[in-house]
């Protein structure tokens, strides 16, 4: 079993950072890709970020490139999510979820066995 915990989350203006951290129990986190979702009131589900198990492999919404990075620390069972130059658009729940083992990562949630709580991030204009 994994459990997964999101933090980080809060209120940022417009052009602001934050960085968000999920943190994992379990032994084998360190062997499965982890993707970033989000959902905004009143709409879907949506992927953010990507990255495989061994970090080799990153992958991004359109909409967040360039502004958002993924990174894992396999030693702290961390994956992180630093989110630069945020817009109002951005504000939603944010989700962490790990797929299985030697994954490589993916933008569909199906693909996803476990998942954190959520954490909120705010955005103001």
């Known amino acids: 079993q994994v459990q997964l915990v999101e933090s980080g989350g809060g209120l940022v203006q417009a052009g602001g950072s934050l960085r968000l951290s999920c943190a994992a129990s379990?032994?084998?986190?360190?062997?499965?890709?982890v993707g970033w979702f989000r959902q905004a009131p009143g709409k879907e589900r949506e992927f953010v970020a990507t990255?495989?198990?061994?970090?080799?492999?990153?992958y991004y919404a359109d909409s967040v490139k360039g502004r958002f990075t993924i990174s894992r620390d396999n030693a702290k069972s961390t994956v992180y999510l630093q989110m630069n130059s945020l817009k109002p658009e951005d504000t939603a729940v944010y989700y962490c979820?790990?797929?299985?083992?030697?994954?490589?990562?993916?933008?569909?949630?199906?693909?996803?066995?476990?998942w954190g709580q959520g954490t909120q991030v705010t955005v103001s204009s």
């Open positions: 379990g032994r084998t986190f360190s062997g499965r890709g």
């Open positions: 990255i495989s198990w061994n970090g080799g492999r990153e």
């Open positions: 979820a790990a797929g299985p083992l030697y994954s490589r990562g993916s933008d569909s949630p199906g693909e996803y066995n476990y």
